[in-house]
């Protein structure tokens, strides 16, 4: 047989038949059991890469930066931050009416009058309001995940509440500290709507002041940050310093300078993390990925090989097996869920479903070996309503989905 042959029918069944036994394993974790981690036993070749996985929640040296400033915020001497407010003790938020397009608010929160909130009042509403929940912090225009994190902090809607709004607010527009200089200004917005209620189940907008149970570090914009759970980064402006409430009807955020699509939502996609570059001819080869785990869910990963000689994209795609939940979340104290934690069971810290919406996955698959030659991997993911990556949303200022090509080759050593 070519290179470019179906992986045999049998490794298909195979992989098919473990991806329904694991869901098996998902409804044991729907009635409480522990995590089980893998749902059988996997391979050895296979077992040895799935342990060298990168943990599930991000250290905080792994997140990557993509902020923007000049000096950067999170780099300023520790005096300036106190001095700007960017630091727990210092930090104030002031919550004002939009000049231009007024909402009415009874008591809006402003330096002048003394009522700007402060970081011990926001921690006096979490005492009641907090939440915690689960989301991978995801760039919208270079496709990247950033890291995946377990944000904690409270409502939106508490601290909008403060200043008694009484009518004509449409949106809620928000800014980050950025030196004072209006051409490196930061904002993005959301309508009132998002941040009263949270639709299809999805947690609310945060302002967030912890990450993966410790305070939200400068770098990751502490003091406070917005947390949009469902969104792209942008909209979870960092070193947060002033709320306008607005009746204007429509975005600006800084986000739509660059052609990106303001208002779009997390994408469902599969990436590699670890490939051989190069294997033995018949020797069977490990891969490992993630995917990320958009609004539209995640059903399945596939994965498919193609020889450098076949010439037609590849039609031929077989089932990855998607990990059951971590034994060991990474990067949280004692590596685990605290209780009271959105998407989590409390006694047990098991997830109530799985895979879970904007969070990540890991997937594995031992693919059979191949005569020597050049080839192209390839991971895609499908969705709950059965849409194909880079489907259904294919264009790239609505977030990355295209699909990812590794290249390999098989070789004697
Ligand atoms: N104030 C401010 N907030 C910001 C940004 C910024 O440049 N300034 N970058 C945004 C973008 S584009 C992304 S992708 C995320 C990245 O979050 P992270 O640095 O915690 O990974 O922060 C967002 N919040
Ligand atoms: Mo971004």
Known sequence: MNGARRISSAAHHAWTRRHFLRLG????????????????????????TVESLEPFFTPPDKFRDVSRGKPLPHSLPEDKKRIVGLTRETWKLEVISDPENPASLRN???????????????????????????????????????????????????????TQPRENLRRVFYYGYHNDDPAQMFRS???????????????????????????LDSE??????????????FKSVKWLTHLVLTNLFHANDT????????????????????????????????????AQVGLSGLTRVQVSIQSDAAVNP???????????????????????????????????????TWPMRLAKVHWAVLLPGRPAGHYTFRCRTIDEKGAAQPLPRPFK?????????????????
């Open 255 to 290: 986000y739509a300078n660059d052609n990106n699509n303001v208002e779009s939502w997390l994408k469902t996609f599969a990436a590699t993390l670890s490939i051989p570059k190069s294997v033995k001819p018949g020797e069977s080869i490990p891969v490992t990925g993630y």
């Open 397 to 413: 200022n609505s977030g990355h989905s295209a699909i990812e090509l590794t290249e390999f080759t098989v070789k004697e050593s």
């Open 314 to 352: 590849p039609d031929e795609w077989t089932d990855a097996q998607i990990l059951a939940p971590p034994r060991n979340w990474g990067h949280l104290p004692e590596g685990k869920i605290p209780p009271g934690t959105m998407g989590f069971d409390d006694v047990t810290g098991a997830p109530r």
């Open 108 to 162: 809006p929160l402003t330096h002048k009058t003394g009522t700007a909130l402060d970081f011990p009042r926001l921690l006096q509403l979490g005492e009641k309001h907090s939440v915690r929940f689960a989301k991978m912090m995801t760039c919208l225009n270079i496709g990247c995940p950033l890291g995946m994190g377990l944000w904690e902090g409270v409502p939106l809607r508490e601290v909008i509440a403060l």
């Open 25 to 48: 394993a998902v409804g044991a974790a729907a009635l409480n059991l522990p995590p089980t981690g893998a749902a059988e036993p996997l391979p050895p070749e296979l077992a040895r």
């Open 220 to 233: 990751r914009g502490g003091p406070v940050r917005m947390v949009v759970p469902e969104a792209y980064g």
């Open 189 to 215: 917005s959301l309508p009132i709507d998002r941040v009263l209620e949270d639709p299809f189940d999805l947690p609310p907008v945060i302002l967030c002041y912890k990450l993966n149970g410790a305070w």
